[in-house]
């Protein structure tokens, strides 16, 4: 019998997903959309407030540094979440998956605190964003486009985000057919990465988000 963790796997590289009806539910749903949302790495759209606040500099983003707070407050009705689909059923799953090196975070800090993250799975060249939270103005939005930067510098194929939201089709989400999302994954999963390390206080990683702005910018 299939570990849990192996189960999720299997079921991420077959374009299913897991999902609860609550966080006071203890069971788990899988889900396989007729319609998905992604983010191309190449048609990001930052505007211009999004791009002053960037570079600014002001705080510090990071990854897998807190991977069991960024979750847990993901989750949490302190970041205006009355309802989630996030339970503890997922909460543990993906701290094991994480475990294995297979789920990672995101994470922003303003003067040494947590402000913001982003949490998702790792396969092949595909990362699937589970859920962000906001503890400041700009905060996940401002981590989304590190994550971004960083993947496609590292030659990852599909940024999936589940389903479209407001939010996040203002920054550039889109949907597809269930067809080409599985010809995207398909393609992505065939294709070994490792997920980068982030770390903005570093030079280097600077010089790839502000080219990455740069890129953005001339595509706009």
Not at 18 to 25: A, I, K, L, N
Not at 165 to 185: A, N
């Amino acid at each position: 019998m299939k570990k849990d963790t192996d189960l999720v796997i299997d079921c991420y590289c077959n374009g299913i997903f897991p999902m609860s009806y609550g966080r006071d539910v203890d069971e788990i749903y899988f889900v396989n959309p007729n319609k998905r949302g992604i983010i191309p790495f190449n048609k990001v759209h930052i505007s211009r407030s999004l791009k002053r606040s960037i570079n600014k500099q002001d705080f510090i983003i990071t990854n897998d540094k807190a991977f069991t707070k960024v979750i847990n407050s993901c989750a949490s009705q302190e970041f205006g979440r009355k309802e989630t689909w996030i339970n503890k059923t997922i909460i543990d799953l993906f701290n094991k998956l994480h475990f294995m090196g297979k789920a990672h975070s995101i994470e922003i800090w303003k003067n040494q605190s947590l402000v913001g993250g982003i949490y998702g799975l790792s396969l092949g060249s595909v990362f699937f964003a589970e859920s962000m939270f906001s503890a400041m103005q700009n905060a996940s939005k401002i981590a989304l486009i590190y994550l971004l930067a960083k993947l496609k510098h590292e030659q990852f194929k599909l940024f999936d985000i589940q389903y479209i939201t407001p939010h996040l089709s203002s920054m550039g989400g889109i949907e597809i057919s269930k067809k080409e999302y599985m010809d995207s994954l398909r393609c992505g999963l065939k294709i070994e990465n490792k997920f980068p390390n982030i770390d903005s206080s570093q030079k280097t990683d600077w010089l790839i988000i502000s080219n990455y702005l740069q890129e953005m910018r001339d595509i706009s």
